[in-house]
């Protein structure tokens, strides 16, 4: 079992920018890889990043070069640099990880493949 607890959303302007942070407590190394995704109402959920143990990223189209994640190998603490935010940002924010096993695709920003999740964080961006 692992635990996740978000913090760190708030509100904030077009333009600005807000730091997000993860961290992971319990059964920690059986997981590979961690992410962090958001859902706005009516709205899929969306992968916007994975992070894993060998510090290899992946990002989505929409966040790619505005938002940055970076964490510890022990996959204990990750976090979510979002600058230049804009209002189509506003979305829950939640943080994901996925458990070491053969198969799939280690950076992968399909929700079901994750088996862990926080409460999420509210973000949002006003015009």
């Known amino acids: 079992q692992v635990q996740l607890v978000e913090s760190g959303g708030g509100s904030v302007q077009a333009g600005g920018s807000l730091r997000l942070s993860c961290v992971a407590s319990?059964?920690?190394?059986?997981?590979?890889?961690m992410a962090w995704f958001r859902q706005a109402p009516g709205k899929e959920r969306e992968g916007i990043g994975s992070w894993d143990n060998f510090g290899y990223t992946r990002y989505a189209n929409s966040v790619k070069g505005r938002f940055t994640i970076s964490g510890d190998n022990a996959q204990t603490t990750l976090y979510l640099q979002m600058s230049s935010l804009k209002p189509e940002d506003t979305a829950m924010y939640y943080c994901a990880a996925r458990r070491r096993r053969e198969g799939g695709r280690r950076l992968t920003l399909m929700a079901s493949e994750y088996e862990y999740w926080g409460q999420g964080t509210q973000v949002t961006v006003s015009s």
């Open positions: 319990g059964n920690t190394p059986s997981t590979e890889t």
